[in-house]
T-cell receptor, first 116, second 109 residues
Framework: GAVVSQHPSWVICKSGTSVKIECRSL??????MFWYRQFPKKSLMLMAT?????????EQGVEKDKFLINHASLTLSTLTVTSAHPEDSSFYIC????????????FGPGTRLLVL | DAKTTQPTSMDCAEGRAANLPCNHS???????VYWYRQIHSQGPQYIIH???NNETNEMASLIITEDRKSSTLILPHATLRDTAVYYC??????????FGGGTRLMVKP
């Protein structure tokens, strides 16, 4: 149980285009989802917290207009990287939490984004 | 910022127990100790968590000191597939998880 999926697993795009990453909780309802990014050989950095049906809360330094987050249902959150640039190339990881599971966070497998 | 400190790296012989320490000297009464690990190019995997009692599951054991200022994750019989970065996090249940640098465990044959 407690499986989180992400799609796509990897994506290559041209500079200036937008990329959407999906995060799904497959066997539980996620009241809260978190989005992280990770650069090579670095730790995970929290980007934003999204609660179902409300606006996301972004961490300091993360541009909300560039990283659009939508959490329209209890099993799906999306992260859209708008007008992507090479410096946005990174490993994006989501996690999902359900308070009925004791508040544990379960992580997706990650999406590797390469912007050319 | 992360509230825990861990050694940057450790080695362990295959088949032996791996003991990974973590200091969380500022932990508060409501905060749990969580352990996750991240195998290369994958998302973090939950291992175990505890509040003040020692815990054991099919993956590992968690030993928390009586003053709760430090803990040790024990992998009883490490295998090559246990090579990963191990993160120790102290946080209130349900809060977002803040990751530090973790410990890079290398299991060697």
């Amino acid at each position: 149980g407690a499986v989180v999926s992400q799609h796509p697993s990897w994506v290559i795009c041209k500079s200036g285009t937008s990329v959407k990453i999906e995060c799904r909780s497959l066997d539980f309802q996620a009241t809260t989802m978190f989005w992280y990014r990770q650069f090579p050989k670095k730790s995970l950095m929290l980007m934003a917290t999204s609660n179902e049906g409300s606006k996301a809360t972004y961490e300091q330094g993360v541009e909300k207009d560039k990283f659009l987050i939508n959490h329209a249902s209890l099993t799906l959150s999306t992260l859209t990287v708008t007008s992507a640039h090479p410096e946005d190339s990174s490993f994006y990881i989501c996690s999902a939490r359900d308070l009925w599971l004791g508040g544990l966070s379960y992580f997706g497998p990650g999406t590797r984004l390469l912007v050319l | 910022d992360a509230k825990t400190t861990q050694p940057t790296s450790m080695d362990c012989a295959e088949g032996r127990a791996a003991n990974l320490p973590c200091n969380h000297s500022t932990i508060s009464g409501n905060e749990y100790v969580y352990w996750y690990r991240q195998i290369h190019s994958q998302g973090p995997q939950y291992i175990i968590h505890g509040l003040k009692n020692n815990e054991t599951n099919e993956m590992a054991s968690l030993i928390i000191t009586e003053d709760r200022k430090s803990s040790t994750l024990i992998l009883p019989h490490a295998t090559l597939r246990d090579t990963a970065v191990y993160y120790c996090i102290d946080e209130d249940a349900g809060n977002m998880l803040t990751f530090g640098g973790g410990t890079r465990l290398m299991v060697k044959p």
